[in-house]
C-alpha cells in the first residue's frame, strides 16, 4: 500500500505542471472564444505556443483572409532572411571618363541607385527617418570633391535600371497608393517638392539634377545637363553612400506600416545583376521564404494594399514562429510595434498586462481587421497568435483583437 501512495505522489507531482497548464489552457481558451464571438464569420485567429509549437486556440484557422498590411511581415520576413539585419543598399557615383591633374573631369557621372528607400536630401532624410536615414546627395557630392573633382565637363546621368518601370504597387482591388513613386533610383521618396504633394515627372532626371545642384553647391560646376541613362560597363565608382541597415529598414517598415518602404524592399528580393527587379519576382521570392519556413501565402504586393494578398492565421502564426528561431530574430522582433509604446500599437492596450507584453503587427482595410504578433504572458509563455478579420468594422475589430491579446499576456 506504501509503494502505491509513493507512486500514486510521484505521478501526481510529474502530472501536475501539465495538468495546470491544462486549466491554464482551458480558461484561455474560453477567454478567446467567448471575444471571437464578436469577430463575425468572416474572421479567424489562431494562436500557438512558441515553445512547443502547440495549438492553444483557434476558430476558422485554416481558411485564408484579405491580409492587409499583416503582408509586410512575409515582406520584411523575407528581406531580414535574403540579406542579413546588416546589409545595407548602395547608391553611387560612377565616373565614364578621366580626371585630369587641374581637377577636371571630362566625361560623364552616373548617379546609380541600389533600391535604397530612404535616400534623399539631407533635411529630408532627417526629417523622414532620423536616425533610421544615412545617405544623402549631399554626402555623395562632398564625397565627390575631397575625391579631387573640381569641375565636370559632361553631364550627370540618373541611373534606375535596377528596378523595372512600374511606380506604383500591383494587385487587384487596391485600397489607396503606396505614398511615393517606385524606382531603382529614389529621391525623397519620389516627392517633387517638402510637402509631398506632387510626384516626380522622371525620377531617375530629378535626382540627377538634385546631385547637379549638390555638386554646384561644392564649388564643382558641371557643364551639361542633367538626364537618365544606364551606367556603362567600364564605369569607376568614384563615391557611395550604404543606406541604414536592413534591421533599420524593417523596423521603419512595420512599427509605422509604411506602404512605400514596403514596396521598395519587395522589389529589392528580386535585385540581381541584370537590373529590373519587379514585384511580381519579389512577391514569389517572398512566397518562397513562407514556404520554407512552413507557411503559405499568396503575395501580390509588398504593402498590403492590395487585396490580393492572402493568408490563413494558422500560416501567419507558423511564420512568426519560425522568426523567433532564426539567428537575427531580436533585429525582427525589434522591428514590431509594441501594445501601448510605439507605432501602430501605441495608441491601444495602454492599459493592463498586453502594454508592453505583446508586440505585432497591425493591418487594416476599409473592411479589414488584422493583429498578428507575439505576447509575453505574466507566466512567463510566449504565444505566438494571428487575428484576421475580413467584412468588419475596424474599429470594432480592434476591440477584439485588443481583448485577445490582453487575454493572451494576462494568462498563467
Not at 53 to 65: L, N, P, T
Request: with cysteine.
Amino acid at each position: 500500500m506504501r509503494r502505491f501512495t509513493i507512486a500514486a505522489a510521484l505521478l501526481a507531482a510529474v502530472l501536475s505542471p501539465a495538468l495546470a497548464a491544462g486549466q491554464s489552457d482551458s480558461s484561455l481558451q474560453k477567454r478567446l472564444g467567448s471575444a471571437m464571438r464578436g469577430a463575425g464569420s468572416q474572421s479567424g485567429a489562431y494562436v500557438m505556443d512558441a515553445a512547443t509549437d502547440k495549438r492553444v486556440f483557434g476558430a476558422r484557422e485554416g481558411r485564408a483572409r484579405i491580409l492587409a498590411s499583416n503582408t509586410k511581415l512575409f515582406t520584411t520576413a523575407a528581406v531580414l532572411a535574403q540579406y542579413g539585419a546588416q546589409h545595407r543598399f548602395a547608391t553611387e557615383v560612377l565616373g565614364d571618363g578621366q580626371l585630369d591633374a587641374d581637377g577636371v573631369f571630362t566625361g560623364d557621372l552616373y548617379l546609380r541607385g541600389g533600391g535604397d528607400p530612404t535616400f534623399g536630401s539631407r533635411a529630408y532624410v532627417r526629417r523622414s527617418f532620423g536616425s533610421g536615414g544615412d545617405a544623402s546627395v549631399e554626402d555623395l557630392a562632398a564625397a565627390l570633391a575631397q575625391a579631387g573633382i573640381q569641375r565636370v565637363r559632361g553631364r550627370v546621368l540618373g541611373d534606375e535600371s535596377k528596378f523595372d518601370a512600374r511606380r506604383s504597387g500591383r494587385g487587384a482591388g487596391r485600397d489607396g497608393e503606396v505614398g511615393g513613386q517606385l524606382s531603382g533610383l529614389i529621391f525623397n521618396r519620389g516627392f517633387s517638392n517638402t510637402f509631398g504633394s506632387a510626384f516626380q515627372a522622371t525620377p531617375a532626371v530629378f535626382a540627377a539634377a538634385q546631385l547637379d545642384a549638390a555638386l554646384g553647391k561644392e564649388g564643382v560646376p558641371v557643364s551639361g545637363a542633367p538626364r537618365a541613362g544606364r551606367t556603362p560597363g567600364g564605369a569607376t565608382v568614384l563615391a557611395t553612400e550604404q543606406s541604414s541597415p536592413v534591421a533599420t529598414l524593417i523596423r521603419l517598415t512595420n512599427k509605422p506600416s509604411d506602404n512605400y518602404i514596403a514596396e521598395m524592399l519587395l522589389k529589392d528580393l528580386a535585385l540581381d545583376d541584370d537590373g529590373g527587379a519587379s514585384t511580381a519576382e519579389g512577391a514569389t521570392d517572398a512566397e518562397n521564404f513562407a514556404e520554407q519556413s512552413g507557411s503559405f501565402a499568396d503575395i501580390a504586393d509588398g504593402s498590403g494594399l492590395s487585396r490580393g494578398n492572402r493568408a490563413a492565421p494558422k500560416a501567419v502564426a507558423k511564420l512568426l514562429d519560425a522568426m523567433l528561431d532564426r539567428d537575427d530574430a531580436a533585429a525582427w522582433n525589434d522591428s514590431l510595434t509594441i501594445a501601448g509604446r510605439d507605432g501602430t500599437l501605441a495608441p491601444r492596450m495602454r492599459r493592463g498586462p498586453a502594454r508592453g507584453r505583446c508586440r505585432g503587427k497591425t493591418g487594416t482595410l476599409r473592411d479589414v481587421s488584422a493583429l498578428s504578433g507575439y505576447c509575453e504572458s505574466i507566466g512567463g509563455r510566449t504565444f505566438a497568435f494571428s487575428i484576421i478579420m475580413n467584412s468588419a468594422n475596424p474599429a470594432s475589430a480592434r476591440s477584439v483583437q485588443d481583448r485577445m491579446a490582453q487575454a493572451l499576456a494576462g494568462s498563467r
